[in-house]
């Protein structure tokens, strides 16, 4: 039995009657190509290879993807392990050699689950839709609406990128060793048409960073440097309005704004 290593947050799942209600809500078809991230023991990568799907895996500890790495002993190539930190493992090339929309699928380390998901969600095409089993607190400030004390920087830049479904929870006790909190298996589907359109990634990832950075001020504080009074009134936004107020279309005004103002083409 492998011991979960704390450096890597790692609580595996074995709740077999959990695992299958994931599978069920993925759904895998045979042919279909999955970027699975931190596969752990298996417990999801062998549902989807009896399923026929074709699948990809980065696993940062080398004990496990050697494990892992036996599991194709036929060198059929329908498993492919890939030893790295998926953090910094670019997507794009695997999107490229896959050929087709990838799926992804992933139960995430909760000390990173806020940077993984930005850095899956950042490319515009290539990926069909993404089950990750997340802390339910992360879940629900990704899902959080405008108002709310738990919408933020996660909020808008996720709903920015995705539609997000969450699906149902996960107990402590499905994995071992039992995390402290609560689980939440959720779907993300990337938009097909952007509701922001082409408004520059960076120029929103600086607007919503700044505006939510001390969330008590108002914007016009919150922003200064970045946006002015006169920027605002353009973007239609109160500059006494504090970040939780402004909605999603309201960040992408703000956006276009300082993308105008900062000379961004």
């Given at each position: 039995m492998h011991r979960a290593r704390r450096r890597f947050g790692q609580n595996f799942l074995h709740d077999p009657a959990i695992i299958e209600q994931m599978v069920a809500a993925i759904a895998p078809r045979a042919s279909e190509r999955f970027l699975e991230i931190g596969p752990g023991s298996g417990a999801l990568t062998r549902p989807l290879l009896e399923r026929g799907a074709r699948v990809t895996a980065i696993e940062v500890d080398r004990d496990l993807a050697a494990r892992l790495k036996r599991w194709d002993a036929s060198d059929s190539g329908a498993l492919?392990?890939?030893?790295?930190?998926?953090?910094?493992?670019?997507?794009?090339?695997?999107?490229?050699?896959?050929?087709?929309?990838?799926?992804?699928?992933?139960?995430?380390p909760y000390n990173l689950s806020t940077p993984l998901l930005f850095h899956l969600t950042a490319p515009t095409t290539g990926i069909h839709d993404l089950h990750l089993l997340l802390q339910r607190e992360v879940v629900d400030r990704m899902a959080a609406e405008p108002g709310s004390r738990i919408y933020g920087r996660l909020s808008v830049m996720i709903q920015a990128r995705c539609r997000i479904e969450p699906l149902f929870e996960v107990p402590p006790g499905a994995f071992s060793p039992p995390p402290q909190v609560t689980s939440r298996f959720v779907r993300l589907i990337p938009h097909a048409v952007p509701p922001l359109g082409d408004t520059d990634t960076e120029c929103l990832s600086r607007v919503v960073a700044a505006a939510f950075a001390q969330r008590r001020k108002t914007l016009r504080n919150a922003l200064r440097g970045l946006i002015d009074d006169a920027g605002m009134a353009a973007a239609d936004i109160d500059p006494g309005s504090r970040a939780e107020r402004i909605d999603l279309a309201g960040y992408g005004r703000l956006a276009r704004v300082l993308e105008h103002s900062s000379g961004h083409s």
């Open positions: 492919q392990i890939i030893e790295a930190d998926a953090l910094t493992h670019p997507v794009e090339p695997l999107i490229e050699a896959a050929g087709q929309a990838l799926r992804v699928i992933g139960n995430l």
